[in-house]
């Protein structure tokens, strides 16, 4: 039997239940898991390419701050006609002291390699899928390059014909040479591996 007299478990519930209302939320994007090939499918270019630096600017109407990144492409996986450099805009950056990040947003700076997901757009590129879209180029160990993606900050939704919407955090994912990589995507999009 429970002495607490009945007032103090209401008020302790009562407590607990404003104390979760005002809790600062998550910071996380919700986003739908693509596969591999889903992203190999949406996107125009794979491209692996380095950062040669970030600039940072309001949008035309002055409503949203963004980030152009200029990318030197290295090698094309996926796509033609590409040029050897790719101006990506996404979401967020830092503008006379004010900064804006949208979680689930991959930061790139410059010196930066990576393999990156791309959809076309007039005069830029976008990422396909957020951070999902962008595999960072670790430095080599043993002479071998692995790759890594950062999914911090994105929360998965798996949508079910009858169910309720259910989300999850990214599942970790094994270790992955650049070569596998390349010879996944170029598979998935019917070119030579």
Do not use: C
């Amino acid at each position: 039997m429970n002495t607490t007299p009945r007032w103090r478990r209401l008020g302790a519930t009562l407590g607990l239940g404003l104390a979760l209302s005002f809790a600062a939320p998550a910071q996380a994007t919700v986003a739908v898991q693509l596969s591999r090939a889903e992203l190999v499918a949406q996107s125009d270019l794979v491209v692996r390419a380095t950062v040669v630096g970030v600039t940072s600017r309001w949008n035309e109407d002055h409503s949203q701050i963004i980030s152009l990144t200029t990318l030197r492409v290295g090698e094309v996986v996926k796509g033609a006609n590409v040029e050897p450099e790719l101006v990506l805009r996404q979401f967020g950056g830092e503008v006379d002291g004010l900064v804006s990040r949208i979680a689930g947003n991959p930061v790139l700076a410059p010196g930066q390699e990576a393999v990156l997901f791309l959809r076309r757009g007039p005069g830029v590129v976008y990422l396909t899928g957020l951070a999902q879209a962008v595999y960072y180029v670790d430095p080599p160990v043993g002479g071998v390059a692995v790759v890594h993606r950062d999914l911090a900050g994105i929360t998965f939704a798996r949508l079910t014909s009858g169910a309720p919407m259910r989300l999850y955090e990214a599942p970790a994912e094994p270790v992955e040479t650049l070569q596998h990589l390349r010879v996944d995507v170029r598979a998935l999009a019917g070119g030579t591996p």
